[in-house]
């Protein structure tokens, strides 16, 4: 696969991952299985499913001067992902997210530390890195105001944007019309919905939503398109989203159309939640190739 470049705009935060038999109430005390640390985030996520399908991956984003900070550096370094700000911030911890796993399924809790600065500003210092980008990557977890900033700057340059929307927040107008691709989960569709009455009448060609097993869909015109799942028996599954999106940028940045970049995504997710941990259990092109030819045969 040739090499596309990617610049990745983001969160890192450190997983602290807890593994249990079921979800504690309010109120309620359980025995839980294991825990691990794992690094994390949307961004870094994104970042690591793209670069281990080959991609040239360059990253902006903030850490703190922790050890949380300096294993999130050494596992892009191990990844090949350039980071352009390393420069830790200091006296600010590095983002984090409390992670449940319970049943093959997780519920997270994030506390944003030093992904609160990943600022227009930061963005606009590093504006020409951005401007050599096939393709540019963003989410939520970062200020709403440095999302828009990338989005502007995009619409300037046409250069491709794609914004997963989680967690799902309004956004501006400026995002929704510089935006190529949106890809929400059918949760997240519905929050956006709630906040853009005008989603589906003016921006559905933009979407792709993700519905875990059942796979994801898209609109060509008005006809809603399924694309499905492939069987897996789940083990975690923690950044099948963000794998799907770093997939799903590799595969269309690489030539593929919409249809087959989305069921190269959905293949490469069904991978990742086959493993333990969201960055370890990112797929290789091999392995994705593999799941594609089990179904073929």
Known sequence: ?????????????????????????????????DFKTTCGGKGGNQAVATAKLGNDVQFIGRVGDDSFGDNILST????????????????????????????????????????????PELVETHKERILESDFVMTQLEIPMETINHIAK????????????PAPAQKLTDTILEACTYIT?????????KAFHPNLMTEYKHKLIVTCGKDGSFYFDGD??????????IPVDTTGAGDCFNGAFISAITNGNDLHNSIRFANAAASVAISKFGAQEGMPTEQEVLEKLREVEN
């Open 153 to 164: 700057i995009c619409a300037e340059n046409t250069i491709p944007l794609l914004v997963n």
């Open 76 to 119: 892009f370094e191990k990844n090949g992902i350039k980071m352009i700000e390393r420069q830790p911030l200091e006296n600010t911890p590095t983002g984090i997210a409390c992670v449940t796993v319970s049943n093959n399924d997780n519920s997270i809790i994030i506390v944003s530390g030093a992904n609160a600065e990943v600022t």
């Open 184 to 192: 929400p989960n059918e949760i997240e569709l519905e929050q956006l």
């Open 1 to 33: 696969m040739i090499q596309s470049k990617i610049t990745v705009i983001g969160s890192l935060n450190m997983d602290l991952v807890v593994i249990t038999d079921e979800h504690p109430q309010i109120g309620e005390t359980v025995i839980g299985k």
């Open 223 to 232: 006809k809603k398109t399924v694309v499905p799942g492939f069987k897996t």
